[in-house]
Nanobody
Framework: QVQLVESGGGLVQAGGSLRLSCAVSGSRFSFALMGWYRQAPGKQRELVARITTIGTTNYADSVKGRFTISRDNAKNTVWLQMNSLKPEDTAVYYC?????????WGQGTQVTVSS
């Protein structure tokens, strides 16, 4: 069984930074495509950033240059460093792990950016 636990969310002023962490249990982490998604009130869940097993990354246009996704396979952890935060970044952020035929999600962590 794979479990994902996010942490690091909170309230921050515009222009500030937060670092989200996602701890993954289970032996399949190193084989998983990892991603961060977010869902704002009244909006659909959207991809923020993804990182492959070998560290290739891609980002939503709205966060390019401000957010950085990284992973440590030895620690079964993925991070999302968020800088220059904007009020429109306010959302619940979810960590996701994908292996062939299966996807797993965390419970989400709230990020609120005040103007």
């Amino acid at each position: 069984q794979v479990q994902l636990v996010e942490s690091g969310g909170g309230l921050v002023q515009a222009g500030g930074s937060l670092r989200l962490s996602c701890a993954v249990s289970g032996s399949r982490f190193s084989f998983a495509l990892m991603g961060w998604y977010r869902q704002a009130p009244g909006k659909q869940r959207e991809l923020v950033a993804r990182i492959t097993t070998i560290g290739t990354t891609n980002y939503a246009d709205s966060v390019k240059g401000r957010f950085t996704i990284s992973r440590d396979n030895a620690k079964n952890t993925v991070w999302l460093q968020m800088n220059s935060l904007k009020p429109e970044d306010t959302a619940v952020y979810y960590c996701a792990a994908s292996v062939p035929g299966q996807s797993y999600w965390g419970q989400g962590t709230q990020v609120t950016v005040s103007s």
